[in-house]
């Protein structure tokens, strides 16, 4: 059959444009239920909630959307990475994007200070009223280092006692609990304990451009004390007698002694006789006690 005829015999038979009875019904029921699923989507929709973006995004949002997140990224990264870490990256980073050499960025050392160091330079054998008077935090350093130390023995430094110079220093805690310079020699190089002997030596120095003097005390070996004493002798100091204890080999004339015996003596004697003539006066009253009772019964 040719398309034409085939056309009118459908429109013939009732079907022409696909036309149905049910078409209507079926497109009403449709937009009622869109109808209601609008209704329920408005009904499920928060008032803080934004509106759904059907289309594609603007590109600058996308763009700051990208940084916003790539930053985040960056942040936390740097946040895991430790101060050094972070500044080699900092550095690298620098050098890559605006060039130039890594030994440019390596930090000069040749100034830098350690609390010893600051101790050596404002340390001082003894401190005055006038040192503590303009007090920077490196002297009051060095000034809480110098309270800690012992100052009742010296340690010495003799070798070079030859050129008679010597060098003197406080104690610390750990030579005061060993008992160094006190109950050993006071030589650095020498820990000999028997033989010791103290020396007073009036020690001479120079400090901070000004000449100081500052009369120590030592206690020495035989050999040590020889060194110190190589050019002239110094002052021994020997332990004080205790006042009332009279000593073995004591200096005092022989009449002295004499006189002072024979009146000891003397004075016991008196003591003895006055004792017996106690002792006999008594034994007379009980005798007499004894005569009366014997003859009043």
Same mark, same amino acid.
């Given at each position: ?13 009732g ?16 937009s ?6 609008v ?35 960056r942040r936390f990264?740097?946040?895991?990475m ?5 500044? !080699? ?18 930090r000069?050392?040749a100034n ?16 005055d009223e ?12 060095? !000034? ?7 100052k ?23 030579e ?13 190089h ?10 007073e030596v009036n ?14 005390k ?9 060194k ?17 204890t009279?000593?073995?080999?004591s ?11 024979c ?14 003539e ?12 004894s ?7």
């Amino acid at each position: 059959m040719v398309p034409s005829q085939l056309r009118l015999s459908a429109a013939a038979r009732g079907h022409g444009d696909y036309d149905s009875d049910f078409s209507d019904e079926e497109n009403g029921e449709k937009s009622v239920q869109k109808t209601k699923s609008v209704k329920e989507d408005g009904l499920l929709i928060k008032p803080f909630q934004k509106a759904k973006q059907g289309s594609v995004v603007h590109r600058q949002f996308a763009a700051e959307e990208w940084d916003r997140e790539e930053a985040r990224k960056r942040r936390f990264h740097l946040i895991a990475m430790d101060a050094y870490e972070r500044h !080699k990256k900092f550095v690298n980073d620098y050098i890559l994007y605006y060039g130039g050499k890594i030994e440019d960025f390596r930090r000069s050392g040749a100034n830098d200070k350690t609390d010893l160091d600051v101790i050596r330079e404002n340390h001082r054998f003894l401190w005055d009223e006038d040192d503590e008077a303009d007090m920077n935090w490196e002297k009051r350093l060095a !000034k809480k280092y110098y309270d800690k130390l012992y100052k009742e023995y010296c340690i010495a430094d003799l070798s070079r006692y030859k050129e008679n110079k010597f060098g003197f220093r406080w104690r610390h805690e750990k030579e005061v609990i060993s008992g160094k310079g006190q109950f050993s020699c006071g030589n650095k190089h020498c820990d000999e304990k028997e033989g010791l002997k103290s020396w007073e030596v009036n020690f001479g120095y120079v400090e901070h451009g000004e000449k100081r003097n500052a009369l120590v005390k030592l206690r020495l070996c035989p050999e040590c004390s020889h060194k110190l004493n190589f050019h002239h002798r110094r002052k021994e100091v020997k332990a004080c007698k205790k006042r009332g204890t009279a000593a073995p080999n004591s200096k005092e004339p022989k009449a002295k002694k004499t006189k002072l015996s024979c009146s000891a003596k003397k004075k016991s004697k008196k003591k003895v006789h006055k004792e017996r003539e106690s002792l006999l006066n008594n034994m007379c009253c009980k005798e007499n006690l004894s005569k009366n009772w014997i003859l009043h019964t």
